[in-house]
């Protein structure tokens, strides 16, 4: 089921081919390990796109695309997994990595007024941007693990819950034959 889920719901290698935005990765799309659909592809897929999510800059589904590239993994998942942080949630997320950061850095949160103005960041993240990295770091890093893991898991999971059915089936139809 996962997988026909999956294949359901991601776009296909021709249409991710032809993104605009992928279009510089060129021949390194044609591998076919990048559209692969099984546990380890899934897990470590998600641990790139949770982990990229956290990376604070612009055309992260970029970074993350770069990143299932190099270790062979699902590109699709790892690029739709990037969405975890979008417009709605990325003020919420890099808030708390900048709270975390500050705490793991032991220094006083400064209060800030975020502002998309190109004068905030240059006079304000500089002031702020040891501490955001540093829980943007540890914050990718944990989503990643916990993604790879509960991944792994939840495959697994589903795959000994197929095979309970079927065997259940097979009994089913031998006492009644």
Same mark, same amino acid.
């Given at each position: 089921?996962?997988?026909?889920?999956?294949?359901?719901?991601?776009?296909?290698?021709?249409?991710?081919?032809?993104?605009?935005?992928?279009?510089?990765?060129?021949?390194?799309?044609?591998?076919?390990?990048?559209?692969?659909?099984?546990?380890?592809? $899934?897990? #470590? &897929? @998600?641990?790139?796109?949770?982990?990229?999510?956290?990376? !604070? *800059?612009?055309?992260? +589904? $970029?970074? #993350? &695309? @770069?990143?299932?590239?190099?270790?062979?993994?699902?590109? !699709? *998942?790892?690029?739709? +997994? $990037?969405?975890?942080?979008?417009?709605?949630?990325?003020?919420?997320?890099?808030?708390?990595?900048?709270?975390?950061?500050?705490?793991?850095?032991?220094?006083?949160?400064?209060?800030?007024?975020?502002?998309?103005?190109?004068?905030?960041?240059?006079?304000?993240?500089?002031?702020?941007?040891?501490?955001?990295?540093?829980?943007?770091?540890?914050?990718?890093?944990?989503?990643?693990?916990?993604?790879?893991?509960?991944?792994?898991?939840?495959?697994?999971?589903?795959?000994?819950?197929?095979?309970?059915?079927?065997?259940?089936?097979?009994?089913?139809?031998?006492?009644?034959?």
């Amino acid at each position: 089921m996962p997988r026909k889920l999956l294949k359901r719901i991601l776009p296909a290698a021709h249409q991710v081919r032809s993104d605009k935005n992928l279009r510089i990765f060129g021949r390194l799309l044609k591998n076919p390990n990048l559209w692969h659909l099984n546990r380890n592809s $899934v897990a #470590a &897929a @998600a641990a790139v796109g949770l982990f990229m999510a956290f990376v !604070p *800059v612009p055309f992260q +589904m $970029v970074l #993350a &695309a @770069a990143g299932a590239i190099t270790i062979g993994c699902n590109l !699709p *998942v790892a690029v739709a +997994m $990037v969405w975890i942080t979008n417009p709605v949630t990325m003020p919420p997320i890099f808030y708390f990595a900048y709270k975390l950061g500050a705490w793991l850095l032991s220094l006083k949160p400064h209060p800030i007024q975020f502002e998309m103005t190109f004068d905030w960041l240059l006079n304000k993240l500089g002031a702020i941007w040891e501490p955001f990295l540093l829980g943007c770091f540890v914050l990718g890093v944990l989503w990643a693990a916990v993604g790879y893991v509960a991944v792994r898991i939840v495959w697994r999971v589903h795959v000994v819950h197929g095979w309970r059915a079927r065997k259940a089936r097979r009994a089913r139809r031998q006492s009644t034959s």
